[in-house]
Antibody
Framework: EVRLVESGGGLVQTGGSLSLSCATSGFTFTSYSMNWVRQAPGKGLEWIAYTDYSGSSAKNYADSVKGRFTISRDDANNLLYLQMNGLRDEDTAVYFC???????WGQGTLVTVSS | EVVLTQSPATLSFSPGERATLSCRASQSVGTSLAWYQQKPGQTPRLLIYDASKRATGIPARFSGSGSGTDFSLTISSLEPEDFAVYYCQQRSDWPLTFGPGTKVDIK
């Protein structure tokens, strides 16, 4: 069974940092690209970051997070990360990880940024 | 950036009716378009990819069509569990973008 489980969300002050994790199982993690998507309260979906499969260094970011957020992966432990720095109030959202085929998503972790 | 437009924001139907949802792209995305369903408090569920291919386990009442800039998602006969928000997503160009969503609610 494919599973993606996010963790690391919480309340953080404006300008602060937070690191999210996505633990995966049930598939060959190294063969898949991965994404982070977020959803602000009551709003739609926003793609924010992509990392290619293991062995490729290709990454992409939405302009809204470029230079502040970093996506990375630990292929040995089937983990995906999102390092978030310089957090703004508008980064408040539920953050989802999604497999590269977009067929499996985690349940999401809530990040609240407040001054 | 490819902007996706979904209008109207809300559509109202009775169970058993046929529903057709629209998604328009600001520039051609070929057939690199997907549709998702999201219910309150739940994770988005992939319905359609490559404009017209049903994802694994998706009922045949869901179908997608279109290419270039105009796309449609059709639900042939609405079941009670189909009342939800539907998003389109383009995967043709970076940044990947989602439409604002169409809520399908019960008339």
């Amino acid at each position: 069974e494919v599973r993606l489980v996010e963790s690391g969300g919480g309340l953080v002050q404006t300008g602060g940092s937070l690191s999210l994790s996505c633990a995966t199982s049930g598939f060959t993690f190294t063969s898949y690209s991965m994404n982070w998507v977020r959803q602000a309260p009551g709003k739609g979906l926003e793609w924010i970051a992509y990392t290619d499969y293991s062995g490729s260094s290709a990454k992409n970011y939405a302009d809204s997070v470029k230079g502040r957020f970093t996506i990375s992966r630990d292929d040995a432990n089937n983990l995906l990360y999102l390092q978030m720095n310089g957090l703004r109030d508008e980064d408040t959202a539920v953050y989802f990880c999604a497999r590269g085929d977009w067929d499996y998503w985690g349940q999401g972790t809530l990040v609240t940024v407040s001054s | 950036e490819v902007v996706l437009t979904q209008s109207p924001a809300t559509l109202s139907f009775s169970p058993g009716e046929r529903a057709t949802l629209s998604c328009r792209a600001s520039q051609s995305v070929g057939t690199s378009l997907a549709w998702y369903q999201q219910k309150p408090g739940q994770t988005p569920r992939l319905l359609i990819y490559d404009a017209s291919k049903r994802a694994t386990g998706i009922p045949a009442r869901f179908s997608g069509s279109g290419s270039g800039t105009d796309f449609s998602l059709t639900i042939s006969s609405l079941e009670p569990e189909d009342f939800a928000v539907y998003y389109c997503q383009q995967r043709s160009d970076w940044p990947l973008t989602f439409g604002p969503g169409t809520k399908v609610d019960i008339k």
